[in-house]
């Protein structure tokens, strides 16, 4: 069965590392209620955004969720985050970290 966007093979098909390097993906740290500190990353589109939690929770040991298209991480990880998405296959060009 070939990809229903590109049309080619799924071993040739190379959709997902398109998509993956055209992201502009934010980073930042938010302090929620009793002083608890939040990672927020955003800017995902037309990925699994519930694999990419998943792979950064185990990569940071930490907690987290993702809802409406932003990752939620427990504790502050900002300065970690960008060095995972990278290894993961997004463009260190896009990630911004504020």
Same mark, same amino acid.
């Given at each position: ?6 049309? &080619? ?40 955004? $519930?694999?990419?939690?998943? $792979? ?16 939620? &991480? ?18 260190? $060009? ?5």
């Amino acid at each position: 069965m070939n990809c229903p966007k590109c049309g &080619l093979a799924p071993e040739l098909c190379v959709c997902d590392e398109m998509t993956r390097c055209g992201q502009k993906i934010r980073v930042r740290a938010d302090k929620r209620s009793y002083g608890k500190i939040v990672t927020l990353v955003s800017g995902f589109d037309n990925v699994d955004l $519930d694999k990419i939690a998943k $792979d950064l929770k185990k990569k940071l040991a930490c907690g987290g969720t993702s809802k409406s298209n932003v990752i939620e &991480l427990q504790g502050d990880h900002k300065n970690k985050v960008k060095n995972v998405l990278i290894g993961m296959g997004f463009s260190e $060009d896009m990630i911004d970290v504020a």
